[in-house]
Protein backbone atom coordinates (compact mmCIF):
# COMPACT_ATOMS: atom_id res chain seq x y z
CA UNK A 1 0.00 0.00 0.00
CA UNK A 2 1.67 3.12 -1.30
CA UNK A 3 1.84 5.61 1.57
CA UNK A 4 0.43 9.79 1.52
CA UNK A 5 3.04 10.85 -0.72
CA UNK A 6 3.64 14.87 -0.99
CA UNK A 7 5.23 17.40 -3.26
CA UNK A 8 7.74 19.27 -3.69
CA UNK A 9 9.70 17.70 -0.71
CA UNK A 10 11.57 21.37 -0.45
CA UNK A 11 10.34 24.78 -1.50
CA UNK A 12 12.54 28.17 -1.46
CA UNK A 13 10.27 30.84 -2.46
CA UNK A 14 10.36 34.72 -1.88
CA UNK A 15 8.06 36.93 0.08
CA UNK A 16 5.38 37.40 -2.05
CA UNK A 17 5.26 34.61 -4.17
CA UNK A 18 2.49 32.09 -4.65
CA UNK A 19 3.95 28.27 -3.88
CA UNK A 20 1.79 25.29 -4.46
CA UNK A 21 1.93 22.15 -2.30
CA UNK A 22 0.19 18.57 -3.21
CA UNK A 23 -0.52 15.70 -1.53
CA UNK A 24 -1.69 12.44 -2.08
CA UNK A 25 -3.38 10.59 0.64
CA UNK A 26 -3.80 6.84 0.84
CA UNK A 27 -5.95 5.46 -1.82
CA UNK A 28 -9.26 4.91 -0.47
CA UNK A 29 -8.78 7.08 2.45
CA UNK A 30 -11.86 9.68 2.46
CA UNK A 31 -10.30 11.91 5.19
CA UNK A 32 -7.53 14.36 4.37
CA UNK A 33 -5.93 16.75 6.63
CA UNK A 34 -3.44 19.09 6.51
CA UNK A 35 -0.99 20.03 9.43
CA UNK A 36 1.91 22.38 9.87
CA UNK A 37 4.84 22.98 12.41
CA UNK A 38 6.81 25.79 12.09
CA UNK A 39 10.32 26.29 14.25
CA UNK A 40 10.33 25.52 17.70
CA UNK A 41 6.80 25.19 18.23
CA UNK A 42 4.39 21.85 18.32
CA UNK A 43 2.33 20.66 15.27
CA UNK A 44 -0.91 22.36 14.67
CA UNK A 45 -3.85 21.60 12.70
CA UNK A 46 -5.10 23.45 9.78
CA UNK A 47 -8.05 22.00 8.04
CA UNK A 48 -9.61 18.74 7.28
CA UNK A 49 -11.31 17.41 4.23
CA UNK A 50 -14.08 14.62 3.92
CA UNK A 51 -14.06 13.73 0.29
CA UNK A 52 -14.36 16.81 -1.41
CA UNK A 53 -15.83 18.50 1.38
CA UNK A 54 -14.20 20.94 3.84
CA UNK A 55 -15.17 19.87 7.33
CA UNK A 56 -13.08 22.21 9.37
CA UNK A 57 -10.92 25.08 8.38
CA UNK A 58 -10.37 26.61 11.81
CA UNK A 59 -6.50 26.27 11.65
CA UNK A 60 -6.48 28.27 8.77
CA UNK A 61 -4.00 31.42 9.31
CA UNK A 62 -5.75 33.39 6.78
CA UNK A 63 -6.97 34.46 3.86
CA UNK A 64 -3.49 34.09 2.07
CA UNK A 65 -3.96 29.83 2.67
CA UNK A 66 -6.54 28.25 -0.16
CA UNK A 67 -7.02 24.73 0.03
CA UNK A 68 -8.67 22.35 -2.20
CA UNK A 69 -9.41 18.81 -3.00
CA UNK A 70 -10.68 18.03 -6.51
CA UNK A 71 -12.94 15.12 -6.76
CA UNK A 72 -11.98 13.93 -3.55
CA UNK A 73 -8.49 12.57 -4.49
CA UNK A 74 -5.28 14.94 -4.20
CA UNK A 75 -5.58 17.86 -2.16
CA UNK A 76 -3.67 21.02 -2.88
CA UNK A 77 -2.81 23.94 -0.59
CA UNK A 78 -2.05 27.12 -2.20
CA UNK A 79 -0.24 30.28 -0.03
CA UNK A 80 -0.20 33.66 -1.80
CA UNK A 81 1.51 35.70 -1.33
CA UNK A 82 4.19 34.02 1.20
CA UNK A 83 4.82 35.86 4.36
CA UNK A 84 8.25 35.18 6.03
CA UNK A 85 6.15 33.45 9.19
CA UNK A 86 4.46 31.10 6.66
CA UNK A 87 7.92 29.26 7.16
CA UNK A 88 8.29 26.01 8.08
CA UNK A 89 6.83 22.09 7.87
CA UNK A 90 3.55 21.52 6.39
CA UNK A 91 2.41 17.74 6.38
CA UNK A 92 -0.97 16.20 5.04
CA UNK A 93 -2.15 13.29 7.16
CA UNK A 94 -5.06 10.44 6.01
CA UNK A 95 -7.64 8.18 7.56
CA UNK A 96 -9.61 5.81 6.49
CA UNK A 97 -12.59 7.10 8.91
CA UNK A 98 -12.47 9.72 11.85
CA UNK A 99 -11.73 7.59 14.35
CA UNK A 100 -8.63 5.95 12.57
CA UNK A 101 -5.30 6.70 13.17
CA UNK A 102 -3.55 9.58 10.38
CA UNK A 103 -0.96 8.28 8.38
CA UNK A 104 1.46 11.29 7.99
CA UNK A 105 3.79 12.27 4.35
CA UNK A 106 6.82 13.37 5.00
CA UNK A 107 6.36 16.94 5.02
CA UNK A 108 6.83 19.75 2.37
CA UNK A 109 9.56 22.01 3.71
CA UNK A 110 8.84 25.45 2.93
CA UNK A 111 10.82 28.31 3.37
CA UNK A 112 10.10 31.99 2.34
CA UNK A 113 13.14 34.42 2.24
CA UNK B 1 -1.61 27.84 28.31
CA UNK B 2 -0.41 24.46 26.69
CA UNK B 3 -2.99 21.84 26.01
CA UNK B 4 -0.68 19.16 25.88
CA UNK B 5 2.91 18.92 27.59
CA UNK B 6 5.75 16.49 26.71
CA UNK B 7 9.02 15.78 29.14
CA UNK B 8 11.69 16.19 29.22
CA UNK B 9 12.52 18.09 25.85
CA UNK B 10 15.47 15.68 25.24
CA UNK B 11 16.51 12.45 27.06
CA UNK B 12 19.35 10.62 26.08
CA UNK B 13 20.24 7.42 26.97
CA UNK B 14 22.72 4.24 26.98
CA UNK B 15 21.61 1.31 25.24
CA UNK B 16 19.51 -0.60 27.65
CA UNK B 17 18.73 1.90 30.14
CA UNK B 18 15.37 1.72 30.43
CA UNK B 19 13.17 4.95 30.78
CA UNK B 20 9.84 6.71 30.17
CA UNK B 21 8.44 10.14 28.66
CA UNK B 22 5.77 12.00 30.31
CA UNK B 23 2.74 13.37 28.34
CA UNK B 24 0.55 15.56 30.36
CA UNK B 25 -2.97 16.49 29.10
CA UNK B 26 -5.54 19.28 30.12
CA UNK B 27 -8.84 18.85 27.63
CA UNK B 28 -11.58 17.73 28.79
CA UNK B 29 -13.64 15.12 27.01
CA UNK B 30 -10.52 13.14 26.03
CA UNK B 31 -11.80 10.68 22.78
CA UNK B 32 -8.17 9.26 22.47
CA UNK B 33 -4.73 9.80 23.19
CA UNK B 34 -1.89 8.91 20.20
CA UNK B 35 1.91 8.43 19.89
CA UNK B 36 3.65 8.80 16.98
CA UNK B 37 7.53 8.31 16.43
CA UNK B 38 9.06 10.96 14.22
CA UNK B 39 12.48 10.19 12.55
CA UNK B 40 13.93 13.63 10.43
CA UNK B 41 13.08 14.36 7.77
CA UNK B 42 10.25 12.05 7.70
CA UNK B 43 5.92 12.74 8.74
CA UNK B 44 4.81 11.40 11.64
CA UNK B 45 4.53 7.73 12.28
CA UNK B 46 1.70 6.11 14.43
CA UNK B 47 2.59 3.58 17.02
CA UNK B 48 -0.40 3.75 19.04
CA UNK B 49 -4.06 4.83 20.30
CA UNK B 50 -5.28 5.16 24.20
CA UNK B 51 -8.74 5.80 24.90
CA UNK B 52 -9.51 5.40 28.65
CA UNK B 53 -7.80 5.45 31.98
CA UNK B 54 -6.05 2.48 32.85
CA UNK B 55 -5.80 1.42 29.51
CA UNK B 56 -1.97 0.13 28.42
CA UNK B 57 -0.56 -1.08 24.90
CA UNK B 58 2.53 -2.57 23.76
CA UNK B 59 4.62 -2.84 20.72
CA UNK B 60 8.33 -4.10 20.85
CA UNK B 61 10.13 -2.20 23.39
CA UNK B 62 8.01 0.58 23.92
CA UNK B 63 4.34 0.56 26.32
CA UNK B 64 2.12 3.23 26.94
CA UNK B 65 -0.03 4.02 29.60
CA UNK B 66 -2.97 6.23 30.36
CA UNK B 67 -4.41 8.00 33.42
CA UNK B 68 -6.75 10.85 33.51
CA UNK B 69 -4.10 13.24 33.59
CA UNK B 70 -1.26 11.89 31.32
CA UNK B 71 0.15 9.49 29.98
CA UNK B 72 3.60 7.53 29.99
CA UNK B 73 5.51 6.21 27.00
CA UNK B 74 7.72 3.29 28.54
CA UNK B 75 11.01 1.97 27.32
CA UNK B 76 12.54 -1.17 27.98
CA UNK B 77 16.19 -1.93 27.09
CA UNK B 78 16.33 0.42 24.34
CA UNK B 79 18.21 0.35 21.23
CA UNK B 80 19.68 3.20 19.23
CA UNK B 81 17.43 2.27 16.53
CA UNK B 82 14.64 3.69 19.05
CA UNK B 83 16.39 7.36 18.67
CA UNK B 84 14.23 9.51 17.11
CA UNK B 85 11.21 12.65 18.67
CA UNK B 86 8.23 10.90 20.08
CA UNK B 87 4.92 12.92 19.55
CA UNK B 88 2.07 12.71 22.07
CA UNK B 89 -1.34 13.71 20.53
CA UNK B 90 -4.78 13.92 21.66
CA UNK B 91 -8.20 14.23 20.33
CA UNK B 92 -11.53 15.94 22.16
CA UNK B 93 -14.27 16.82 22.77
CA UNK B 94 -16.59 16.98 19.23
CA UNK B 95 -13.50 17.91 16.71
CA UNK B 96 -11.37 15.74 14.81
CA UNK B 97 -8.41 17.87 14.61
CA UNK B 98 -5.39 16.11 16.96
CA UNK B 99 -3.77 18.84 19.09
CA UNK B 100 -0.01 17.67 19.41
CA UNK B 101 2.79 18.32 22.32
CA UNK B 102 6.22 19.46 21.29
CA UNK B 103 8.03 16.04 21.23
CA UNK B 104 10.50 14.73 23.16
CA UNK B 105 13.81 13.99 21.36
CA UNK B 106 15.49 10.79 22.58
CA UNK B 107 18.87 9.55 22.06
CA UNK B 108 20.21 6.30 22.55
CA UNK B 109 23.86 5.66 22.71
CA UNK B 110 25.90 2.35 21.88
Known amino acids: EAGVTQFPSHSVIEKGQTVTLRCDPI?????LYWYRRVMGKEIKFLLH????????ESGMPNNRFLAERTGGTYSTLKVQPAELEDSGVYFC???????????FGNGTRLTVT | EDQVTQSPEALRLQEGESSSLNCSYT??????LFWYRQDPGKGPEFLFT???AGEEKEKERLKATLTKKESFLHITAPKPEDSATYLC???????????FGKGTKLTVNP
Open chain 1, 93 to 103: ASSQTENSPLH
Open chain 1, 27 to 31: SGHDN
Open chain 1, 49 to 56: FVKESKQD
Open chain 2, 27 to 32: VSGLRG
Open chain 2, 50 to 52: LYS
Open chain 2, 89 to 99: AVLWGGSEKLV
